[in-house]
């Protein structure tokens, strides 16, 4: 079973993101499932590191990892305290923390188009967070 996200709409990442249609519509197709994460001509980083893991990465970190990529940001990072199932948030390392970036929300299981900053001060008080 391939699991699927919903995306930002494409005017939505190259309006926040400055990136071209192509990028956009690569971002959305990686969140959606329709690009596969593998092609190794679209991906050749993402994939030579997948190749270097000793486990190939699921699906998600796939697909952050290839985000990263085509966005060209700086790194995939956990966001929130990182305990026994991971951290709360994954994002895509922008270079400053009111940038606007990728954000993977574990708990609500869906991809936000914000800052690192923003999701931070809407949660970081909730009991969701702090007991993760």
């Known amino acids: 079973m391939r699991t699927t996200y919903k ?3 494409a005017k939505r990442l190259i309006d926040a993101l400055n ?4 990028q956009a519509d690569t971002v959305r197709g990686l969140i959606q499932g ?3 994460t593998l092609d190794l001509v679209k991906f050749p980083r ?3 590191y997948f190749s270097s893991c000793y486990r190939q990465p699921e699906r998600l970190g796939r697909v ?3 985000l ?3 966005l060209e940001m700086h790194g995939v990072e956990s966001l929130g305290p990182v305990q026994t199932y991971g951290p709360p948030a994954e994002y895509l390392n922008a270079g400053d923390t009111y940038a606007a970036t990728l ?5 609500a299981g869906n991809f936000k188009l914000t800052t690192c900053g923003d999701w931070l001060e809407q949660n970081e008080n909730k009991a969701a967070f702090r007991n993760w």
């Not at 990136?19 to 192509?22: A, D, K, M, N, S």
């Not at 954000?103 to 708990?107: A, M, V």
């Open 64 to 66: 952050l990892v290839c």
């Open 7 to 9: 995306a930002p709409s």
């Open 68 to 70: 990263n990529e085509t």
């Open 46 to 48: 993402s994939n030579a």
């Open 103 to 107: 954000i993977f929300d574990h708990r």
């Open 34 to 36: 329709t690009v596969k």
């Open 19 to 22: 990136i071209t249609p192509e």
